[in-house]
Protein backbone atom coordinates (compact mmCIF):
# COMPACT_ATOMS: atom_id res chain seq x y z
CA UNK A 1 0.00 0.00 0.00
CA UNK A 2 0.96 3.60 -0.61
CA UNK A 3 2.46 6.22 1.79
CA UNK A 4 -0.25 9.57 1.28
CA UNK A 5 2.47 12.33 2.58
CA UNK A 6 -0.04 15.87 2.98
CA UNK A 7 1.90 19.01 0.95
CA UNK A 8 -0.94 21.40 2.30
CA UNK A 9 -3.89 21.48 3.51
CA UNK A 10 -5.75 25.09 3.45
CA UNK A 11 -9.17 26.12 4.20
CA UNK A 12 -10.07 28.52 1.85
CA UNK A 13 -13.28 30.19 3.62
CA UNK A 14 -13.77 32.81 1.08
CA UNK A 15 -14.35 30.14 -1.85
CA UNK A 16 -15.50 27.51 1.17
CA UNK A 17 -13.39 25.08 0.14
CA UNK A 18 -10.81 22.81 1.95
CA UNK A 19 -7.70 22.59 -0.78
CA UNK A 20 -5.40 19.55 -0.24
CA UNK A 21 -2.08 18.90 -1.70
CA UNK A 22 -0.96 15.15 -1.58
CA UNK A 23 2.13 13.01 -2.50
CA UNK A 24 1.16 9.91 -3.58
CA UNK A 25 4.68 7.16 -2.58
CA UNK A 26 5.37 4.74 -4.86
CA UNK A 27 2.57 4.93 -7.49
CA UNK A 28 3.90 6.51 -10.21
CA UNK A 29 2.00 5.94 -13.63
CA UNK A 30 -0.72 3.61 -11.78
CA UNK A 31 -2.71 5.89 -10.08
CA UNK A 32 -5.92 6.71 -11.51
CA UNK A 33 -7.87 10.06 -10.58
CA UNK A 34 -11.40 8.42 -9.22
CA UNK A 35 -8.85 6.11 -7.00
CA UNK A 36 -6.91 8.74 -5.92
CA UNK A 37 -10.16 10.81 -4.54
CA UNK A 38 -11.56 7.75 -2.68
CA UNK A 39 -7.65 7.39 -0.72
CA UNK A 40 -8.02 10.98 -0.07
CA UNK A 41 -11.40 10.69 1.58
CA UNK A 42 -10.19 7.37 3.48
CA UNK A 43 -7.23 8.83 4.89
CA UNK A 44 -8.86 12.22 5.89
CA UNK A 45 -12.17 10.88 7.13
CA UNK A 46 -14.27 13.03 4.08
CA UNK A 47 -17.17 10.94 4.15
CA UNK A 48 -20.29 13.15 2.65
CA UNK A 49 -17.90 15.31 1.35
CA UNK A 50 -17.67 15.89 -2.34
CA UNK A 51 -13.90 15.41 -3.25
CA UNK A 52 -12.84 16.57 -6.59
CA UNK A 53 -9.14 15.04 -8.13
CA UNK A 54 -8.06 19.14 -9.81
CA UNK A 55 -4.49 17.29 -10.93
CA UNK A 56 -2.37 14.74 -10.76
CA UNK A 57 1.36 15.13 -11.47
CA UNK A 58 3.66 12.83 -11.71
CA UNK A 59 7.47 13.28 -11.39
CA UNK A 60 10.15 12.48 -14.27
CA UNK A 61 12.40 9.78 -12.67
CA UNK A 62 10.87 9.49 -9.35
CA UNK A 63 7.99 6.91 -8.45
CA UNK A 64 5.54 9.49 -6.51
CA UNK A 65 2.42 11.38 -7.79
CA UNK A 66 1.14 14.49 -6.45
CA UNK A 67 -2.43 14.94 -6.24
CA UNK A 68 -4.39 18.49 -5.68
CA UNK A 69 -7.85 17.93 -4.38
CA UNK A 70 -10.91 20.47 -3.35
CA UNK A 71 -13.25 18.88 -0.69
CA UNK A 72 -16.59 20.94 -0.82
CA UNK A 73 -19.79 20.18 1.44
CA UNK A 74 -21.71 21.18 -0.91
CA UNK A 75 -22.10 19.78 -4.26
CA UNK A 76 -23.97 22.53 -5.61
CA UNK A 77 -21.61 25.05 -4.84
CA UNK A 78 -18.62 23.04 -6.78
CA UNK A 79 -20.05 22.84 -9.74
CA UNK A 80 -20.47 26.49 -9.47
CA UNK A 81 -16.83 27.02 -8.43
CA UNK A 82 -15.34 24.19 -10.69
CA UNK A 83 -15.33 24.18 -14.31
CA UNK A 84 -18.23 22.04 -15.51
CA UNK A 85 -15.34 19.75 -17.71
CA UNK A 86 -14.16 17.83 -14.84
CA UNK A 87 -17.10 17.14 -13.97
CA UNK A 88 -18.19 15.48 -17.48
CA UNK A 89 -14.79 13.81 -17.24
CA UNK A 90 -15.59 11.97 -13.74
CA UNK A 91 -19.19 11.03 -14.88
CA UNK A 92 -17.59 9.75 -18.08
CA UNK A 93 -15.27 7.63 -15.69
CA UNK A 94 -17.73 6.36 -13.31
CA UNK A 95 -20.26 5.48 -16.10
CA UNK A 96 -17.88 3.25 -17.70
CA UNK A 97 -16.52 1.62 -14.68
CA UNK A 98 -19.90 0.78 -13.54
CA UNK A 99 -20.67 -0.82 -17.08
CA UNK A 100 -17.31 -2.82 -16.37
CA UNK A 101 -18.80 -3.88 -13.43
CA UNK A 102 -22.61 -4.57 -14.70
CA UNK A 103 -20.68 -6.71 -17.68
CA UNK A 104 -18.77 -8.86 -15.19
CA UNK A 105 -21.81 -9.59 -13.41
CA UNK A 106 -24.21 -10.60 -16.19
CA UNK A 107 -21.14 -12.63 -17.70
CA UNK A 108 -21.03 -14.68 -14.62
CA UNK A 109 -24.86 -14.99 -14.24
CA UNK A 110 -25.23 -16.45 -18.04
CA UNK A 111 -23.23 -19.61 -18.01
CA UNK A 112 -25.87 -20.72 -15.48
CA UNK A 113 -28.77 -19.14 -17.61
CA UNK A 114 -28.00 -21.52 -20.39
CA UNK A 115 -27.25 -24.79 -18.42
CA UNK A 116 -30.74 -24.09 -16.97
CA UNK A 117 -32.19 -23.66 -20.92
CA UNK A 118 -30.43 -26.90 -21.75
CA UNK A 119 -31.94 -29.26 -18.67
CA UNK A 120 -35.52 -27.92 -19.88
CA UNK A 121 -35.24 -28.96 -23.30
Known amino acids: MSIIETITDVDNT??????LTCNFAGLGGKLKSLEA???ISKEFKLDGK??????????????????????YDDEGLAK???????FS????????????QAA??????????????????
Not at 14 to 19: G, I, Q
Not at 50 to 71: A, C, D, E, N
Not at 89 to 100: D, G, Q
Open 50 to 71: VVIPMRLKTHVGKSHVTGTFYV
Open 14 to 19: FLSRRE
Open 80 to 86: KHVNPTI
Open 37 to 39: ADM
Open 104 to 121: ETPAEEAPTEEVKEEKEE
Open 89 to 100: RLEKIKAKLAEA
